[in-house]
T-cell receptor, first 112, second 110 residues
Framework: KQEVTQIPAALSVPEGENLVLNCSFT??????LQWFRQDPGKGLTSLLL?????REQTSGRLNASLDKSSGRSTLYIAASQPGDSATYLC???????????FGTGTRLQVTL | EAGVTQSPTHLIKTRGQQATLRCSPI?????VYWYQQALGLGLQFLLW???????NRGNFPPRFSGRQFPNYSSELNVNALELEDSALYLC?????????FGPGTRLLVL
């Protein structure tokens, strides 16, 4: 059974800092890994999708890496802004099940 | 291009009643997924429909059911509501694996 863990559970940083969010998964036979953002009480916004054959993806200030063999992914946020404050979730698709297995999320607060 | 839409945005029911939640996928997407996000429990997979058929089901009791219509829209039905069914219910659609999420329906059971 796939299990996804995210560390830390919560993080508070001052504006302008670079930061790294971590995600680990127990079954390396993934199809892809996605990072999402969720604002309080809202749905999910997809940030980055990494296919199992890829090592990283970049979008603006965001960079996500994937090390499938060790079961790890990191989301790097450069020059953080207060608008980045949200919960960040990673999720993996494993095998043919198609369902996403989510981590418990990292709640990020970027302060002025 | 319109995204995934869900209705209603909020729903209040009492224990024992039935709730019906609706989802319209992105045009051209044939798969619809349902997830539950209950307070403190994270996002849990509920159901996957593709081409009108139920393809996979999460670890939820049979009172959680649904269907997918010929136009690929979907309904999630929750019978005999319990207090712990209070949650944000998210729908996602996909064509090939990548899932796009709707804004969710927040269900409150009193």
């Amino acid at each position: 059974k796939q299990e996804v863990t995210q560390i830390p559970a919560a993080l508070s940083v001052p504006e302008g800092e670079n930061l790294v969010l971590n995600c680990s998964f127990t079954d390396s036979a993934i199809y892809n890994l996605q990072w999402f953002r969720q604002d309080p009480g809202k749905g999910l916004t997809s940030l980055l999708l990494i296919q199992s054959s890829q090592r990283e993806q970049t979008s603006g200030r965001l960079n996500a890496s994937l090390d499938k063999s060790s079961g790890r992914s990191t989301l790097y946020i450069a020059a953080s802004q207060p608008g980045d404050s949200a919960t960040y979730l990673c999720a993996v698709t494993t095998g043919t099940a198609s369902k996403l297995t989510f981590g418990t999320g990292t709640r990020l607060q970027v302060t002025l | 291009e319109a995204g995934v839409t869900q209705s209603p945005t909020h729903l209040i029911k009492t224990r024992g009643q039935q709730a019906t939640l609706r989802c319209s996928p992105i045009s051209g997407h044939t798969s619809v997924y349902w997830y539950q996000q209950a307070l403190g429990l994270g996002l849990q997979f509920l159901l996957w429909y593709d081409e009108g058929e139920e393809r996979n089901r999460g670890n939820f009791p049979p009172r959680f059911s649904g269907r997918q219509f010929p136009n690929y829209s979907s309904e999630l039905n929750v019978n005999a509501l319990e207090l712990e069914d209070s949650a944000l219910y998210l729908c996602a659609s996909s064509l090939i694996r990548t899932q796009y999420f709707g804004p969710g329906t927040r269900l409150l059971v009193l």
